[in-house]
């Protein structure tokens, strides 16, 4: 007997969320595999604020160029991927003018997750490879049970490397976002 596994599309994502208010879920899309996104709770939703905030207010006064949460992004090549990170940013020369009402064609400089307790840490790792695979530059995993933030680049041979940043260290936006710094006890505080 042969199973046939439907492999879904960004389109097929557009039409299932409903872009007409009646309908309420959210997917991601991983090689074609619809991955339901649920509501997240007061913690996720704060860092998520403080992250998005702290960057766009760089990102503004230096010119640099997008700051979006919760979006859709996609490679241009590859139509069964589309990934929502919590916070994103790209430069502004890769910005289409004007801001389309569709998922973004394009994968973001640096994409920002932040851990669910739902979420491992591995799943977040393979995660963030699959963001690096796709072009991503930097991704930066926020962990509040860990305190800190893992840092994600793909190496010149193409592999994964990541480092720790802890709460009592800053957060460097690197070559992505030059000259920007986060105390990550602004973040997570000392207990």
């Known amino acids: 007997m042969e199973v046939n596994i439907r492999l879904y599309t960004v389109d097929d994502v ?8 009646k309908r309420d879920r959210k997917y991601e899309l991983i090689d074609g595999e619809l991955v339901e996104k649920s509501p997240t709770n007061l913690l996720h939703q704060w ?4 992250f998005s905030g702290e960057i766009r207010d760089y990102v503004k006064r230096n010119d640099l160029g997008f700051v979006g ?3 859709g992004f996609s490679p241009a090549d590859n139509h069964h991927m589309l990934l929502a990170p919590d916070v994103a940013f790209a430069r502004k020369d890769r910005m289409p003018q004007p801001l389309p009402q569709t998922f973004a064609g394009f994968m973001p400089d640096l994409a ?3 851990a669910s307790p739902s979420n491992t840490i591995a799943e977040l790792r393979q995660k963030a490879a699959i963001y690096l ?9 926020a ?12 190496d010149d041979d193409e592999t994964v490397a990541f480092e720790f940043i802890d709460q009592d ?8 976002l030059p000259g920007f710094e986060l105390e990550m006890r602004r973040l997570f505080p000392p207990q």
Request: aromatic fraction near 6%; avoid cysteine; proline fraction near 2%.
């Open 14 to 21: 557009w039409e299932l969320q409903g872009w007409d208010g």
């Open 47 to 50: 860092l998520a604020a403080e």
């Open 69 to 71: 949460v919760e979006g």
């Open 112 to 114: 920002v997750e932040i």
């Open 133 to 141: 695979q796709h072009g991503v530059r930097v991704v930066w995993l």
């Open 143 to 154: 962990l509040p049970d860990h305190r800190g933030v893992e840092v994600h680049r793909q």
């Open 169 to 176: 260290s800053r957060l460097s936006g690197e070559d992505v």
